[in-house]
């Protein structure tokens, strides 16, 4: 009776130890998953905005970009803006590059 009783807490600390090991293992999986997934988010937001910062300066006079060593947008100067934008090539060109869908926001002033 007393071999059996070692027996059995023997086989309930190896499943205890399987269980806390398991965790432990889909803890770690689901981390480096997760952090693989935030990085490839981050480097497609960079490659999108390069590319629409590049279209933006090409096509907005008196726009000026500065650029990092890394290839990163540091800054973004204008010395105008047109105050009327008619011409939409700019924008179907960053849909088009991004492969996604543009919308472009107006406010109206007020006033006469």
């Known amino acids: 009776m007393l ?4 027996v059995g807490k023997n086989i309930a600390m190896v499943c205890f130890s399987l269980v806390v090991c398991s965790i432990a293992i889909v803890m770690t999986i ?3 998953v997760r952090n693989e997934m ?3 988010v981050q480097d497609s937001l960079h490659a999108n905005m390069r590319a629409a910062v590049s279209l933006f ?3 907005m006079p008196g726009v000026h970009v500065a650029w990092d060593a890394s290839g990163a947008v540091q800054r973004i100067t ?3 803006l047109p105050s009327h934008y008619d011409d939409h090539r700019m924008t179907d060109a960053m849909v088009r590059v991004l492969g996604g869908a543009g919308r472009l926001v107006c406010r109206r002033r007020k006033g006469p």
């Open 57 to 59: 300066e090409r096509d």
């Open 38 to 40: 935030q990085q490839s």
């Open 30 to 32: 689901t981390h480096l």
């Open 3 to 6: 071999r059996f009783g070692l």
């Open 78 to 80: 204008a010395e105008s």
